[in-house]
């Protein structure tokens, strides 16, 4: 089993909107979640982190952690055509070493205009 | 926001020569930097795992001989390509965390291209 699992898409949405990311993870154990956008040819940037179970909001993201589900997931509201990227999500447990970040394979999105 | 800073962002090279990738967190002291390379339409595969001061942790599979990396400060970890060959072209990507378990931060990303 993988240690962090992403349906790899393409998800396509309309403009304007809800996207609806998911991700679940292998170790019971992990703390830290996050997700990262990755733009083709860029590399990743953080768009939310997350610690707790419930939600996570900030501004059209929404963050949404289900530890006993060892599962969480990332939502977009209003989706804009600039939303278009792939989608990380990563996982920091404690049964790795140092402090590393396991990532998913990464969701493609596509919002069309 | 914190910054790290990753260069050159684009390399070519001769096949056998070797490639020097340098790793700065601009604004603040990483506790740990990781070493990530992604293939084209692929996921990040981490590398290695670097602490200051410290011999890095690599991964399964990569060969710590090939890839040199050290973590000179807490600001500063470099990746080394030695004796590099097309089959190593790949866009390698940093990146650096302040604290256990938070968020990290990513560079730029080199893509290197070995001909």
């Known amino acids: 089993q993988k240690e962090v699992e992403q349906n790899s898409g393409p998800l396509s949405v309309p403009e304007g909107a809800i996207a609806s990311l998911n991700c679940t993870y292998s170790?019971?154990?992990?703390?830290?979640f996050f997700w990262y956008r990755q733009y083709s040819g860029k590399s990743p940037e953080l768009i939310m982190f997350?610690?707790?179970?419930g939600d996570k909001e900030d501004g059209r993201f929404t963050a949404q952690l289900n530890k006993a589900s060892q599962y969480v997931s990332l939502l977009i509201r209003d989706s804009q055509p600039s939303d278009s990227a792939t989608y990380l999500c990563a996982v920091i447990g404690p049964s790795y070493n140092n402090n590393d970040m396991r990532f998913g394979a990464g969701t493609r999105l596509t919002v069309k205009p | 926001g914190a910054v790290v800073s990753q260069h050159p962002s684009r390399v070519i090279c001769k096949s056998g020569t070797s490639v020097k990738i340098e790793c700065r967190s601009l604004d603040f002291q990483a506790t740990t930097m990781f070493w990530y390379r992604q293939f084209p339409k692929q996921s990040l595969m981490l590398m290695a795992t670097?602490?200051?001061?410290?011999?890095?942790?690599?991964e399964q599979g990569v060969e710590k001989d090939k890839f040199l990396i050290n973590h000179a400060s807490l600001t500063l970890s470099t990746l080394t390509v030695t004796s590099a060959h097309p089959e190593d072209s790949s866009f390698y990507i940093c990146?650096?965390?302040?604290?256990?378990?938070?968020?990290?931060?990513f560079g730029q990303g080199t893509r290197l291209t070995v001909v």
């Open positions: 670097s602490n200051e001061g410290s011999k890095a942790t690599y």
């Open positions: 170790d019971r154990g992990s703390q830290s």
């Open positions: 997350i610690y707790s179970n």
């Open positions: 990146s650096a965390s302040r604290q256990i378990n938070t968020e990290a931060f």
